[in-house]
């Protein structure tokens, strides 16, 4: 299934640019029977239904032309991704600088009982995720401990 992402990834990301909008991922799965295609999709200035309409119209010609599936039908969905899709790339981290956003870890930090992180995003390196929380301290949180880092919706 890999092998259809990975055909269709030029072509979405062409069409993308060509728009204004940044491909935020892609996914190919089996729901209700039935195949998917689904193009995640972000723009500054938010996504609307009509950007996805948009966008899945512009992207019905090339695709259908390229053929990823090799003639396995398929169902193309274009969506936003979502309040609360967990950070995948370093981009997704990049986005949300500024932002507050959780951080669920696998085992507390040494010396704490804590597994969950609440704080505005201040950068991701390679060697980790900084947050400063709302008592003013900043965490560091090395990437391998975090076991999910999105953003943090409040109620």
């Known amino acids: 299934m890999n092998g259809v992402i990975e055909k269709s990834r030029p072509v979405i990301e062409k069409v993308l640019s060509d728009m204004g909008y940044e491909l935020v991922d892609i996914e190919y799965k089996t729901m209700y029977g039935d195949k998917h295609l689904i193009v995640y999709i972000a723009s500054e200035n938010g996504v609307s239904l009509d950007d996805c309409e948009a966008v899945s119209n512009a992207l019905d010609g090339p695709l259908d032309a390229l ?3 090799s ?6 969905d274009v969506s936003s991704p979502g309040l609360d899709r967990p950070f995948k790339t370093q981009r997704d981290f ?4 500024g932002e507050k956003v959780e951080v669920k870890l696998f085992a507390p930090l040494a010396g704490t009982k804590q597994k969950l992180y609440v704080g505005v995003l201040v950068s991701r390196t390679e060697n980790g995720i900084e947050i400063e929380t709302e008592d003013g301290n900043t965490v560091t949180i090395e990437n391998s401990l975090a076991a999910l880092v999105r953003p943090y919706i409040e109620f």
């Open 94 to 97: 990049e986005r949300n600088y």
């Open 71 to 76: 003639s396995v039908p398929y169902c193309l």
């Open 67 to 69: 053929d990823p599936t």
